[in-house]
């Protein structure tokens, strides 16, 4: 079954500006993690957030959990046109269940 | 290159048929992850696996059926194939059962 979503489904910006992305959960987590997908090719891995944690860092990526509204959000950074691709969330739960759900959310971003 | 392995890469199909996906975890990952791709339906989470036992059941079909062996590896069959069955079909694995997935190029399944 569906565990949330990621909002909004779509995103364009121009290069340079910031992009926020959201992600909403069910279930409680034992971290979340974040995906980039570029067209036609397999979900890379981009950041995962542990539960005890609130911020994380990594490169121009920043990724923020509120586990009281069990949501998460993404903002990358001074985006640049090879940011373009679509961005999904997936939550390791405490049932030991891990999974991408969400129709993700499609980046664009226009040089 | 994320080390997980599917095969085929492509495959092309007729109505009602029966096909098997294979995929290679990474070495050392227990945890294999099957989801489906389509255009209009989006990326699907279909089933995971850890260390050979179900974990986790999404949006699968009673015509699919996976399974994941002793050596870890997985098979999804899709039998009584129809049109809307041709999509994408990515494996991915991870070590653990809720640590990040390495996910595989992906094999497409187009159903004639």
């Known amino acids: 079954s569906q565990q949330g979503e990621e909002d909004p489904q779509a995103l364009s910006i121009q290069e340079g500006e910031n992009a926020t992305m959201n992600c909403s959960y069910k279930?409680?987590?034992?971290?979340l993690q974040w995906y980039r997908q570029n067209s036609g090719r397999g979900l890379v891995h981009l950041i995962l957030?542990?539960?005890?944690?609130r911020e994380k860092h990594s490169g121009r990526l920043r990724v923020t959990l509120d586990t009281s509204k069990k949501s998460s959000s993404l903002l990358i950074t001074a985006s640049r046109a090879a940011d373009t691709a679509s961005y999904f969330c997936a939550d390791g739960d405490n049932y030991g269940q891990n999974f991408v759900f969400g129709p993700g959310t499609r980046l664009s971003v226009l040089p | 290159d994320s080390g997980v392995t599917q095969t085929p890469k492509h495959l092309i199909t007729a109505t009602g048929q029966r096909v098997t996906l294979r995929c290679s975890p990474r070495?050392?990952?227990?945890?294999v992850y099957w989801y489906q791709q389509s255009l209009d339906q989006g990326l699907q989470f279909l089933i995971q696996?850890?260390?050979?036992?179900?974990?986790a059941k999404g949006n699968i079909l009673e015509r699919f059926s996976a399974q994941q062996f002793p050596d870890l590896h997985s098979e999804l069959n899709l039998s009584s194939l129809e049109l809307g069955d041709s999509a994408l079909y990515f494996c991915?694995?991870?070590?653990?059962?809720?640590?990040?997935?390495?996910f595989g190029p992906g094999t497409r399944l187009t159903v004639l």
């Open positions: 279930t409680s987590i034992n971290n």
């Open positions: 696996y850890y260390n050979g036992e179900e974990r």
């Open positions: 070495s050392g990952d227990l945890s």
């Open positions: 957030i542990r539960s005890n944690e």
């Open positions: 991915a694995s991870s070590v653990g059962a809720t640590n990040e997935q390495f």
